[in-house]
């Protein structure tokens, strides 16, 4: 998994390709992992009322996009990438990730 929450992507497949937005969420899907991307792939989903303070209609949701079309953008040469693998960091053992074009770590902040 190279992309992760809070990332610039390229959307690179689809109705939106060749936008840019910020990850949001990476959900596991039956095809693999996904990204939501607020303001990408939006779909009208019909939804019932629930409650009083939620009304019936049609509502704009992002959809999920399989991961292998996106690509992330470098922070620093402001150029979609493939990731390259650095040293591990942390007690947790995820790879630090870099960008292939500068070599630049590529740091997401993630609240
Ligand atoms: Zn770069």
């Known amino acids: ?7 610039t992507v390229l959307v690179l497949a689809g109705k939106d390709r060749g936008k840019r ?3 949001d969420r990476v959900e ?14 939006m779909a009208k989903r019909h939804q019932r009322a629930r409650s009083r303070t939620q009304s019936a209609g049609i509502i704009d949701l ?9 690509q992330v953008v470098c922070p620093r040469c402001n ?3 493939r990731i390259a693998h650095g040293k ?3 007690e947790h053992g995820r790879r630090t990730r870099l960008c292939k074009r500068c070599g630049e770590q590529i740091e997401v902040t993630t609240k």
């Open 88 to 90: 591990l960091e942390g």
């Open 62 to 70: 992002p959809v999920p996009i399989h991961v292998s079309n996106v």
């Open 1 to 7: 998994m190279n992309v992760r929450r809070g990332d």
């Open 28 to 41: 596991k899907t039956k095809r693999g992992f996904g990204v939501v991307i607020p303001g990408i792939n």
């Open 79 to 81: 150029q979609p990438t």
């Open 21 to 23: 937005g910020t990850v």
